[in-house]
């Protein structure tokens, strides 16, 4: 079985710049999470789906972050302009249904911006 | 705020031993607590997990135990091996709030040969 599939694998922007990233959850799942894992800290939600709807995006910066899940399968998770403090790790998750708890990690995309 | 501490940032130990991982959380309404090991460069991976109607969980050479008045679990690895070595987090769910894991800093483990 195909895991959770993450791209970029790495990405470098200057600052004010856009950049995407995006996700391809392992077949089936309705649950979808992003989360972002800064240097030395755990990941932090930003943002739940089940299926197609955003069900948890109460930590997502909606003035510069954006994301969709167009039919409920893959995702992508935008920032318009980036930051400097953007710079971290974005990690996609999935798992089988809602409340199941053992969420399943892609390798996560590593952003620095410059 | 952080919910769940994980106060140890780094640990080493000797093959063959045994290797405890703390954690603390403070918020009385987590009913499920999982640990998830990550390897440099890769997303990290479902370890062991542990509902807050028990006091331990064993799967091979882990055991979760959770102390609830406390409000405390740990890991134990026994014995450990140098394959273990990677960052370990401790997660909590919250029981109205379906699906969203709060982690821990995580535990750099080292076991030596």
């Known amino acids: 079985e195909a895991g959770v599939v993450q791209s970029p694998r790495y990405k470098i922007i200057e600052k004010k710049q856009p950049v995407a990233f995006w996700c391809n959850p392992i077949?089936?799942?309705?649950?979808l999470y992003w989360y972002r894992q800064n240097l030395g800290q755990g990941p932090e939600l930003l943002i739940r789906?089940?299926?197609?709807?955003?069900?948890?995006d109460s930590q997502l910066p909606k003035d510069r972050f954006s994301a969709e899940r167009l039919k409920g399968v893959d995702s992508t998770l935008k920032i318009q302009p980036a930051e400097l403090g953007d710079s971290a790790v974005y990690l996609c998750?999935?798992?089988?249904?809602?409340?199941?708890?053992?969420?399943?990690f892609g390798q996560g995309t590593r952003l620095t911006v410059v | 705020d952080q919910q769940v501490k994980q106060n140890s940032p780094s640990l080493s130990v000797q093959e063959g031993r045994i290797s405890i991982l703390n954690c603390d959380y403070t918020?009385?309404?987590?009913?499920?607590f999982l640990w998830y090991k990550k390897y440099p460069a890769e997303g990290p991976t479902f370890l062991i997990s542990?509902?807050?109607?028990?006091d331990k969980n064993e799967d091979g050479r882990f055991t979760v135990f959770l102390n609830k008045s406390a409000k405390h679990l740990s890991l134990h690895i026994v014995p450990s091996q140098p394959g273990d070595s990677a960052v370990y987090f401790c997660?909590?769910?919250?029981?109205?709030?379906?699906?969203?894991?709060?982690f821990g800093q995580g535990t750099t483990l080292q076991v030596k040969p």
């Open positions: 998750a999935s798992s089988l249904v809602r409340g199941q708890t053992e969420a399943f």
């Open positions: 077949s089936g799942h309705n649950t």
């Open positions: 789906y089940e299926n197609e709807e955003a069900v948890d």
């Open positions: 918020n009385s309404m987590f009913d499920y």
């Open positions: 542990i509902s807050s109607i028990k």
């Open positions: 997660a909590a769910r919250r029981l109205s709030n379906t699906g969203k894991l709060i």
